[in-house]
């Protein structure tokens, strides 16, 4: 997976069994409908379990599997945006997320100051995480594309 990216700005160690099993333990005990991750996310952590990548003019800050948990809890996800599953910020303030409501694997864009599934800022950008990695536009490109 790590090839997709142009540039890798920093990368952390691989993903262990024991960080998959102990998220998939979180994501169980925090009853989330869907509780496995997209395959093509899961190769990309056992490749590198977050750190800071580029594809093309799109920055990626890629949670590690802890920091997963920690953004959720900080930011309140389960309180406005339940079973979304923070996994990248953009390094605009967005976050990029994997809605774990039903069995797909479907990413989303959402502003960290208007976190909703209702909100104008949350929409749907990729069918899965292979296909996000394709686009190479920075995001505001999606969000105002007269610009």
Known sequence: MLERFDEIISQNMPATEQEFCGLYHWLKEKNFPVTILDTSYQNFLLESNGGGFLRGEREYQMFSMREICDFYEIYAFERYMPYALPFA???????????????????????????????????????????????????????????
């Open 89 to 147: 910020m953009d390094g605009y303030g967005n976050f990029f997320l994997f809605d774990m409501r039903k069995q797909n694997s479907f990413v989303y864009l959402v502003g960290a100051n208007d976190m909703s599934w209702e909100s104008e800022g949350c929409f749907q950008l990729a069918e899965n995480f292979a296909t996000l990695l394709e686009q190479t536009k920075p995001v505001y490109c999606y969000l105002f594309p007269d610009l």
